[in-house]
């Protein structure tokens, strides 16, 4: 069974950055996407970032684009989500997952494990 643990969730004002790490348990993290997805009090969960089981491609929702980074780590077994300027509306659960393939895909159905997710507060 694969586990999924989120760390660096915080309170940050507007205009900070923050970054957050998900360290997958198992022998197969290099070969699945990752992704990062966030829910708001009262919304969907939505998606944020993906990238895929080699780090050569990702894919970002156009909200962060250009204000997150994805990447990670296959010797750590670890995923990372590097966010500056923050905006109030970023103030969400953010959840990790792992893919079905290798590929980055922004659709929550094509992910198969999910982390329980972080609490990030962006104040004004």
């Known amino acids: 069974q694969v586990q999924l643990v989120e760390s660096g969730g915080d309170l940050v004002q507007a205009g900070g950055s923050l970054r957050i790490s998900c360290a997958a348990s198992g022998r197969t993290f290099s070969s699945y996407a990752m992704g990062w997805f966030r829910q708001a009090p009262g919304k969907e969960r939505e998606f944020v970032a993906t990238?895929?089981?080699?780090?050569?491609?990702?894919n970002y929702a156009d909200s962060v684009k250009g204000r997150f980074t994805i990447s990670r780590d296959n010797a750590k077994n670890t995923v990372y989500l590097q966010m500056n300027s923050l905006k109030p509306e970023g103030t969400a659960v953010y959840y990790c997952?792992?893919?079905?393939?290798?590929?980055?895909?922004?659709?929550?159905?094509?992910?198969?494990?999910w982390g329980h997710g972080i609490q990030i507060t962006v104040s004004t």
């Open positions: 997952a792992r893919g079905t393939t290798g590929n980055t895909t922004i659709t929550t159905g094509a992910y198969g494990f």
């Open positions: 990238i895929s089981w080699d780090g050569g491609w990702t």
